[in-house]
């Protein structure tokens, strides 16, 4: 594998790409595991009332403010600005492991083990590349209930992919895709405040979305939905192996789909004025 330090001369040009909101206090560091590449974007939201554009410029290749319309447009923006062969997103409060960063760039210059197989000089097998992720949750690492079944795709060629969905953006891919086998660290809602902003926040977009694409709110989905998120993820995900925290994300997760489906519910009463 490319030694992290040495992979600037060996792979394929990367830009990694960071989209950034009241982030001042995590950027420094996200974008310290990831000096490995050639260049970093980093798009922050015009709303940030900390220092995030201060330390973006401070620390990142190329900086653009935007106001914010929705996650996919954001990644996109910072996208339309990168100049790489490959562009790898991470959050802000993620970060890339050296043995990530290596496998990352032994993929770009396509020698390469993905999953159980081998592909030697095949640089044009995969045009993106998901990636597992590791997260640790109010202070705790996660092995049932937390993202680690999450397996986003976050390494793509830039001229192949473009992200879609307003909320939980997904990229949209042409061509076969692959799987690394090293994981982004997530260090995420270190606190019930941040947790509480974060459902507030989330479950606002998330119901805005609902209305405008012009689903009716149902009374069985506020019902049933928050209880059967619950149990999926505290019982048939062994959530409670996670200890009190793992019970305590469960049943907030339970709390974000009821507060998602009454936002909905409110917004459709008020004919989107709420």
């Known amino acids: 594998m490319i030694d992290p330090a040495d992979q600037k001369h060996h792979q394929a040009k990367i830009s990694v790409l960071i989209i950034a909101k009241n982030a001042g206090a995590l950027l420094r560091e996200c974008v310290q595991s990831v000096r490995w590449a050639h ?3 980093v798009i922050v939201d015009d709303s940030s009332d900390d220092d995030t554009e201060a330390v973006a410029r401070e620390v990142a ?6 106001q914010f319309d929705d996650f996919a447009s954001q990644r996109n923006a910072a996208l339309a600005l990168a100049s790489g062969d490959w562009v790898f997103a991470i959050d802000c409060d993620e970060r890339a492991s050296a043995k990530l960063a290596a496998e990352i760039g032994s993929v ?8 159980t197989q081998n592909h030697t000089n095949d640089i044009t097998k995969y045009h993106g590349y998901r990636v597992p992720i ?3 949750i109010l202070g705790r690492g996660f092995g049932y209930s937390g993202t680690q079944y999450d397996l986003p795709l976050r390494l793509f060629r830039r001229d192949q992919g473009r992200w879609t969905g307003k909320v939980h953006e ?3 891919i042409e061509g076969p895709i692959g799987t690394l086998k090293h994981a982004i660290h997530h260090k995420t809602i270190p606190d019930m405040k941040t ?3 974060k459902i507030n926040h989330y479950t606002t977009l998330e119901a805005r ?3 405008a694409a012009g689903l009716r709110p149902r009374g069985i989905e506020l019902a049933f939905r928050p209880v059967w998120t619950f149990l999926k993820l505290y019982l048939f995900k062994q959530g409670f192996r996670d200890g009190i925290e793992g019970f305590v994300f469960c049943a907030m997760s339970g709390v ?3 507060a998602r489906h009454w936002k909905h519910r409110e917004l459709a009463r008020s004919g989107g004025s709420t």
Request: hydrophobic share 45%; glycine share 6%.
């Open 39 to 41: 260049e970093v974007v």
């Open 61 to 66: 290749d190329l900086v653009a403010v935007r």
């Open 108 to 115: 770009t210059t396509g020698e390469h083990s993905v999953g």
């Open 134 to 136: 590791q997260s640790v």
């Open 170 to 172: 997904t990229v949209s």
């Open 195 to 197: 947790f509480l902003d």
């Open 209 to 211: 979305a609902r209305f």
């Open 256 to 258: 974000s789909v009821a």
